[in-house]
């Protein structure tokens, strides 16, 4: 059983259109995450939700919009994409003990 | 804000130990982690600290933490060739009051020569 899963997996879409990945876990976490990869893989936070409240957020542009309908789902809309906006973004869940996160398997984006 | 700084690259032979060494810049950091990126895959958990601690050993790892000098060292014993990925330092303050997100290191590049 998949514990923390994102959708798609691969995504290719042109400038300027709107796109959508989903998560959803089934830890029971209480808190879920949404991190960039760029192409060098450093990796870093965009988004935090503490049942449901958002908890941290990083300087990213407001085209991204994080929604998150209930504790185990939190889904990242982006809109106007841009060349830039081109990474792999993983979602991760915790629990409790700070950090211990578990990350779903990222979702490409390719921006044309 | 808080910095995490790892060395990009590390070469070693197969059978040989590993040492990947992460400085942290924040002191209240209360908890050190690292994490392990296969290719293609998201990271996993390989093993953490506390900050009150100074050394745990787990299997083929061993963890070092230096508080003074804010330096952490994940050794691996006898790589092998599994070990090949990226492993990231990361850290972060416990508030208390739920996860606050961790400071990831760039990530150490990992490569195993036969």
């Known amino acids: 059983d998949t514990a923390v899963s994102q959708t798609p997996k691969y995504l290719v879409t042109q400038m300027g259109n709107d796109k959508s990945i989903k998560c959803e876990q089934n830890?029971?976490?209480?808190?879920m995450y949404w991190y960039k990869q760029d192409s060098k893989k450093f990796l870093k936070i965009m988004f935090s939700y503490n049942n449901k409240e958002l908890i941290i957020n990083e300087t990213v542009p407001n085209r991204f919009s994080p929604k998150s309908p209930d504790k185990a789902h939190l889904n990242l809309h982006i809109n106007s994409l841009e060349l830039g906006d081109s990474a792999v973004y993983f979602c991760a869940s915790s629990q409790g003990l700070a950090g211990e996160l578990f990350f779903g398997e990222g979702s490409r984006l390719t921006v044309l | 804000g808080e910095d995490v700084e790892q060395s990009l690259f590390l070469s070693v032979r197969e059978g040989d130990s590993s040492v990947i060494n992460c400085t942290y810049t924040?002191?209240?950091?209360?908890?050190l982690y690292w994490y392990k990126q296969e290719p293609g895959a998201g990271l996993q958990l390989l093993t953490y600290i506390f900050s009150n601690m100074d050394m745990k050993q787990d299997q083929r790892l061993t963890v070092l933490l230096n508080k003074k000098d804010k330096h952490l060292s994940l050794r691996i014993a006898d790589t092998q060739t599994g070990d090949s990925a990226i492993y990231f330092c990361?850290?972060?303050?416990?508030?208390?009051?739920?996860?606050?997100?961790?400071?990831f290191g760039k990530g150490t590049h990992l490569i195993i020569q036969p």
């Open positions: 830890l029971g976490h209480d808190t």
């Open positions: 924040d002191s209240s950091s209360t908890y």
């Open positions: 990361a850290e972060t303050t416990y508030s208390g009051g739920g996860a606050d997100g961790l400071t």
